[in-house]
């Protein structure tokens, strides 16, 4: 990963007790609904909780977004066992530009959901910062 950006350094600096109480309330409850909708992966589960993740890195001349090759509806009725988030190597095009990805891998009874969060930026702008909340 590159340089880590002034808005991930600034999430950062707010600690990430809410993301880890909001992963931990989702785990072991069966997913009713799993939805990536403008760059946020939404859990709704069978017992009517809510839960969000999406990068809160964002700085301001970088371009961020999440995708996924999986069919989001396959995994309704399976239950969250885990969620982890790995890095993949920096991409470099040839005018100098960065094109960082960091996986979310959602592990469920019925296999693992891989989400991609890319950050497209000029060298200055580094870093993801995957934050989850749980729905009011």
Known sequence: MSQIGL????????????SVAAVNASMNRVIKKLVLDDDTLTFTFEDGLVVSLTDEGQSCCEHRYMKTDDELSDYAGATLTDIEVVDAPDQEDQWGEVHEIQFLRVHTS?????????NEHNGYYGGFCIRAKVAQ
């Open 7 to 18: 808005g991930v350094m600034i999430q950062m600096l707010g600690g990430n007790s809410e």
């Open 110 to 118: 019925k296999g693992v959901v891989v989400i991609s969060a890319h």
